[in-house]
């Protein structure tokens, strides 16, 4: 229980990357959701505007970025420039999170997982190891299309699944893009959440693979 208390002492300001809007709420917003409860300094940055070859534009996309934050307010929102599906793991890039980085203290950075189907989240989990060389830690949250992702960390969201459902129902181009599908995005999140939490004994948890964390003086 102590060494738990320890992570998250350690952790004071933390930035969350994620490749296109939803891919925070997806993936890990719990977990920041219990940060920002717990005082810490929580920014989001979102790589790109989300408009793609199904026809989504950016306009729509954003305007249910912003909605789902304006649920719960983080104390910094960054949106990148980049095009979906055409982020590159180049300088540029990595500059550009590496100076996000440095104004904000940024000393633990959730990222999306390298392996995976989607190039934008191959990219993104990339460019924020490069980035990482300025803060002390780096760990991977699970997208929806992450391959091979076998968590060695939990976080006990059992207090904000909820408040995480709420968020998700802000993105009513995806709910409906899976509805197409006749899959339920939210049914399947939350169980995910849940099997996470059956592997902790907890009610809800989210898991995440640690890639590299600075244990400090305790």
Same mark, same amino acid.
């Given at each position: 229980? /102590?060494?738990?208390q320890?992570?998250?002492?350690?952790? #004071?300001?933390? *930035?969350?990357?994620?490749?296109?809007?939803?891919?925070?709420? *997806?993936?890990? @917003?719990?977990?920041?959701?219990?940060?920002?409860?717990?005082?810490?300094?929580?920014?989001?940055?979102?790589?790109?505007?989300?408009?793609?070859?199904?026809? &989504?534009?950016y306009?729509?996309?954003?305007?249910?970025? #912003?909605?789902? /934050?304006?649920?719960?307010?983080?104390?910094?929102?960054?949106?990148?420039?980049?095009?979906?599906?055409?982020?590159?793991?180049?300088?540029?890039?990595?500059?550009?999170?590496?100076?996000?980085?440095?104004?904000? =203290?940024?000393?633990?950075?959730?990222?999306?997982?390298? *392996?995976?189907?989607?190039?934008?989240?191959?990219? @993104?989990?990339?460019?924020?190891?490069?980035?990482?060389?300025y803060?002390? #830690?780096?760990?991977?949250?699970e997208?929806?299309?992450?391959?091979?992702?076998?968590?060695?960390?939990?976080?006990?969201?059992s207090?904000?699944?909820?408040?995480?459902?709420?968020?998700? &129902?802000?993105?009513? =181009?995806?709910?409906?893009?899976?509805?197409?599908?006749?899959? #339920?995005?939210?049914?399947?999140?939350? =169980? &995910?959440?849940?099997?996470?939490?059956?592997?902790?004994? *907890?009610?809800?948890?989210?898991?995440?693979? @640690?890639?590299?964390?600075?244990?400090?003086?305790?």
């Open positions: 229980m /102590f060494f738990k320890y992570i998250f002492k350690n952790m #004071n300001s933390i *930035l969350i990357i994620g490749a296109h809007p939803d891919d925070i709420e *997806l993936g890990c @917003v719990g977990t920041a959701l219990k940060l920002k409860s717990m005082g810490k300094k929580v920014y989001c940055l979102i790589l790109t505007k989300g408009e793609n070859w199904e026809k &989504k534009t306009k729509e996309r954003i305007f249910e970025q #912003n909605k789902s /934050f304006e649920i719960e307010s983080f104390d910094g929102v960054y949106i990148g420039k980049y095009r979906d599906e055409c982020i590159k793991w180049e300088t540029e890039a990595i500059d550009y999170v590496s100076n996000i980085i440095k104004e904000n =203290s940024i000393d633990t950075i959730f990222s999306q997982y390298y *392996l995976d189907s989607h190039q934008d989240h191959i990219a @993104v989990s990339h460019i924020a190891r490069s980035a990482s060389m803060c002390k #830690n780096l760990i991977y949250y997208s929806l299309t992450s391959l091979q992702f076998y968590p060695n960390f939990y976080v006990d969201i207090l904000y699944e909820r408040q995480k459902e709420k968020m998700l &129902k802000s993105f009513t =181009s995806q709910l409906e893009k899976y509805e197409k599908r006749n899959q #339920n995005l939210i049914e399947y999140i939350h =169980s &995910k959440d849940k099997l996470n939490g059956i592997k902790q004994h *907890l009610d809800f948890a989210e898991g995440f693979i @640690v890639e590299k964390y600075l244990l400090e003086e305790l």
